[in-house]
């Protein structure tokens, strides 16, 4: 599975947009994107994945750029419980077992 | 009220001593894991099932052992062989989908 580049650590304000960036510059044809968030002591949480094509759902946004090596998780209008690190996950379609393999992510910091 | 559940959310075990950690789901997925987390780090698979009666070591399956006798249930024990078990210990499983749900994490500490 290809690895992912993401930065250590991002604030934002309280009702803005979060833009969560990450690099993945060695992503294959048949790999997803995921993006999973862990507030604090807590275990992960599922957020969004895609493939080629931008995603929306009711947590988030999944921009995927055309060359497929970077995208970038949006949340819209980010609030204090947004506050959470942030893993960018890439996952091969013949991952057996669809294993996830969690980097360091991206502590987001939402503040008022 | 359907979810993962792990059982205790902190434990505490002398060192030597073997500690099992339970991991139950109502989902009726088919899948199930289990990850290791130490401070300021990502998560790490120590072991995962496909299916009943079936499982396969992960990236850090020394020290550890698990079984999957029922669909619901997928127990990890911690032995006296895994050198650092202080962690905390989060369990998964996985449906038709893709995406992973996980349970709250057991926070082991061993003295």
């Known amino acids: 599975d290809a690895k992912t580049t993401q930065p250590p650590s991002m604030d934002c304000a309280e009702g803005r947009a979060a833009n969560l960036p990450c690099n993945h510059s060695t992503i294959s044809g048949n790999e997803y994107v995921y993006w999973y968030r862990q507030i604090h002591s807590q275990g992960p949480q599922y957020i969004i994945h895609?493939?080629?094509n931008n995603e929306t759902n009711e947590m988030a946004s999944l921009i995927i750029t055309e060359d497929r090596k970077s995208s970038t998780l949006i949340l819209p209008h980010a609030t204090l419980r947004d506050t959470a690190v942030y893993y960018c996950i890439v996952r091969g379609h013949n991952n057996a077992g669809n294993m996830l393999t969690f980097g360091g992510g991206t502590r987001l910091m939402v503040k008022p | 009220d359907g979810g993962i559940t792990q059982s205790p959310k902190y434990l505490f075990r002398k060192e030597g001593q073997n500690v099992t950690l339970s991991c139950e789901q109502n989902?009726?997925?088919?899948?199930m894991y289990w990850y290791r987390q130490d401070p300021g780090q990502g998560l790490r698979l120590i072991y995962y099932?496909?299916?009943?009666?079936?499982?396969q070591k992960g990236d850090i399956a020394e020290g550890y052992s698990v079984s999957r006798e029922k669909k619901e249930s997928f127990p990890l024990t911690v032995t006296s062989a895994q050198k650092n078990p202080t962690a905390f210990y989060l369990c998964a499983s996985r449906g038709a989908g893709s995406e992973q749900y996980f349970g709250p994490g057991t926070r082991l500490t061993v003295t």
């Open positions: 989902l009726n997925h088919d899948a």
């Open positions: 099932s496909q299916i009943v009666n079936d499982f």
């Open positions: 895609g493939l080629k």
